[in-house]
């Protein structure tokens, strides 16, 4: 970058134009030096909220010594909350640099500066001496808000450490500091202090406070003196909620000893189900609490009285011998949504073909989703006949694809029955069943296969004419020619679906005579749908040109360049992902995306260079696709550059989607360079189902790395690496055995 | 239907979220990506993926049948007759005198339910309609529409659980109703006759067209964003006959607070009046 060029981007961000300085800001990033930086640092006080956002987002990436000194001054100006606030959110994404200034700033002479400190520490990976110095800001702190930030900001910290300050300040007597101490310590999430704050329900004052803190400790604990509190008539939103906290934490051996302690639940909860006028949050934890209790009848009272805040989600709550009697009453009702919510529990999951009985329920959607629920061949081929000839457009498609497959695994060409029910739906009158059957008789072959189609891209359905050329292209019998011919067809989803089949047939390496890429030029400016069929066409067509073509594609409309981009990866071909590579700082996102997502084919050096960038984008969708293309790239010499930018990612990424893909990224590097990030996450209060994934994958193959974390982790992430490796322990005893 | 079901990544659900926002300024929430995962995973063993999926919605026109299955997996429609007893007797008692009155003896009373879902209000609408006598005697067509073509569907057959009429009297439920196969009750066809449905978003509503002396649009703006939000507003607004009523749900009053309406105190209920 020339020096002229960041002297314009600084006259830009200077300029009277909000969205000129919020662009320059964007580039600004980009751009190393001193110059660039001052530019940036000025932009922390622009009166425009989304530029300061775009100048934190640019500095973030760049936390100098001038940086964390620009943030201190932010951080006191009295007269300016929008720079103060800046500076606070750069501090935050400064690391351990960032909580030094936050932590000298607790000494600033301001309350209020002391308090957005307060507020914005511990920051990411606190440890001891953090705590240390919290708590020691935190004794000597006289004013009481600023007092209560900082025990708050010990409860952030999650260690173990926190925790007996925090009980000191719970006993002082003062009100104000007791009821921040609860929320702290229901924020340091360790569930063994549950016992130390359950004397506090007596105290009317804090009892609000107390069980808002044991409905975040979750300990089964707190279950037998929560249920004696309710059997003796103390029922409100708030008991049920730390009740319900208890019981989920239980196991099923304690629920079964819990339930005759509240000899009145039945009756007092249905109670609250029956009366809609009552608070939302109190009746869906009621019906929760019913669930989990297994009481007689709750299966009935949660699908009559439902929906609830979370819909009918408190079917899930209940026992799995409970299982037969909620599809009973689910069964009992027309409203689809009791059914759907069991099938969506049981997705994937081993009970999923308990479902089954679910298909006689009156609800198309739920006869789909039963199909694409349970396994394959466990629905009788005389039912799957039925549903398909019930030509619903909900469920046509699910039935055959279930028809398609069966719990053998064979392909569909090897099972008579299914095949042959598929062709007679295809060779059927016109409708959503015969598109359906058309769509899974791609995966067939043969000349009564070939008949079959042959016949429906003459039907005058243009539904049937497009799922006919899509089972053609997926075919081997039908020559590339004869699709060529449907694109003169009258209707664009079939054009469409033919530029999808010649893009099929070369990305199989087949040979299309007489077809090239020039075929698919005229359609880039059809309708929306064949014009992006033929930008993936053109680019699967190309073969040697391809990267060239991928670069002229990039100046078409965006349907046109998204398609093309998403092509390169189904082609393979990494020298077009280079020519992508110009497109992953693209304005448009999905376009950014795309570019990103061909690097799963990009040579090494490419990835290794490319990829880190993307993870830096200030921009989520952007840096999810990156973490997305990492996790399905394979091992290769880019894995340690991968690594490296994956475990910063993992601390500062502040999009919960996006950490999800980051996880399932670390789950496949795996090695000792994530246990550290890893163990941050793992400390949150909540954490997505990834992390635990990610830390059990960690602990097969680094087990030492991560029995040091466990050691000397805060206590939710203690618990979560101590079954990480537990799991893991158990999973290589298995392998052995075998 | 092989192994484990396809799944629909948060980062991937995103696109759809941002999909439908764009095309319907329908907000789709965090919650609802198992629903959309569970609703649409046919289709997305057909395309290969969610993500190719996603692929194709975002080349497909909204009225596509593809595009109407993703409008049917994210549509919620939790209604039941006779939801809101105290707007109905507003509108019963007070505003439809009043509406008659301005049309004439011979003029017709037009009624819109907007996002009507599976049809249970413009239906508990002709009830009340029949019970005050209004219906066959003078004029009235009810116009049902919203975005889930499988909502529309269902409306049209006029056919209803026992969750739907869970506010319906068991008389009304005599005198109103049918028994249909499987425990189900039919709504009666000299009831339904008046009602016509049709699939459209409101966002898709012209500025122009049939103007109508009731609006129903209730909650349905809570689902929009901002931007939709005030576009719905101000097309509802336009489709008002002078004089003519809008009928929000609770929550959605806040987005008419800066439009051209006048809140109107009635005895039963507070709506918006032209």
Known sequence: MSDDRTRDLATRAASRDATDRWNAAGELARVPGEEAESALLALLKDEDYRVRERAVAGLGRRFTPRVASACAVALADDDDAGHRAAGLALLVKGGAAGRAVLLGALQHPSADVRISAAAALPGPAPGLETVTAIEAAARREGDPNARAALLLALGRTGRREAIAPLLAALEEGNLWLQVHALEALGEAGDPEIAPRILPLLTNASLRHGALHALARLRSPVAGEPLLRRAAAGDVDVFLLAALRAALESASATTLAGLRPLWPEAGATLLALLEDPEEDAALRTDAAHVLALLDLPGASLAIVSHGPFRDGYAALRALPRARREEALLCVLQVADPEPALELLDAHRGGPEAPTLLPLLVHPSATVKAAVLSCVPAGLVPIPDLIDVLAEDDPETALAAALALATDESGEPLDRLPKRRRALLDRAGGPDGPGRVAALAALGLADGVDVEAAVRGALSSPDPAVREAAVAAAARGRRIGAHEIVTCLSDESATVRAAALRGLALRAERGETLPGVTWRDGLVFLVDDPAAAAAAGAAVVALAGAERPRLVEEMLVQEPAVRIAALEEIERTGDAEAARSAVAALGHEDPETACAAVRALAVADEPVAAEALPTALADERAEVRAAAAETIARRPAGDARSALSAAVATALVTEPDRAVLRSLLVAASRIADETMVEPLTLVLSQETVPAEADEAAEALARLSPEACRRAWMHAPARAERRWARALAAAARAERSQRST | ?274
């Not at chain 2, 999909?19 to 609802?32: E, K, P, W, Y």
């Open chain 2, 1 to 274: 239907m092989t192994g484990r079901p396809l799944e629909l990544a948060e980062t991937v659900f995103r696109l759809y979220q941002d999909l439908l926002r764009r095309r319907t300024g329908f907000v789709v929430s965090d919650s609802q990506r198992v629903r959309v995962e569970s609703r649409l995973a046919a289709e997305a063993r057909s395309a290969g993926s969610f993500y190719q999926l996603y692929g194709r919605l975002r080349n497909e026109p909204q009225d596509s049948p593809l595009f109407g299955r993703l409008l049917d997996a994210v549509v919620v429609g939790e209604t039941y007759f006779f939801r809101d007893p105290a707007s109905l007797k507003a509108f019963s008692e007070e505003i439809v005198p009043e509406r008659l009155l301005a049309a004439g003896q011979d003029g017709t009373l037009d009624i819109w339910s907007a996002g009507c879902a599976t049809g249970e209000e413009a239906f508990s609408l002709s009830i009340v309609l029949h019970e005050k006598a209004i219906l066959p005697a003078r004029k009235v067509r009810i116009l049902g529409t919203d975005l889930s073509p499988s909502h529309v569907r269902r409306a049209r057959a006029a056919v209803y659980g026992p969750q739907s009429l869970r506010a319906t009297s068991p008389e009304r439920r005599r005198e109103h109703f049918e028994a249909a196969p499987g425990g189900l009750f039919r709504l009666k066809p000299q009831l339904a006759a008046p009602v016509l449905f049709e699939t459209r978003s409101i966002l898709d509503e012209p500025a122009f067209g049939t103007r109508f002396d009731v609006i129903l649009c209730r909650n349905v703006l809570i689902y929009l964003d901002e931007e939709a939000r005030s576009r719905v507003v101000e097309v509802l607004s336009s489709r008002l006959k002078p004089g003519g009523y809008i009928l929000l749900g609770a929550s959605d009053a806040l987005s008419v607070a800066s439009s051209a309406l006048t809140l109107v105190r009635l005895a039963n209920d507070v709506v918006y009046r032209r």
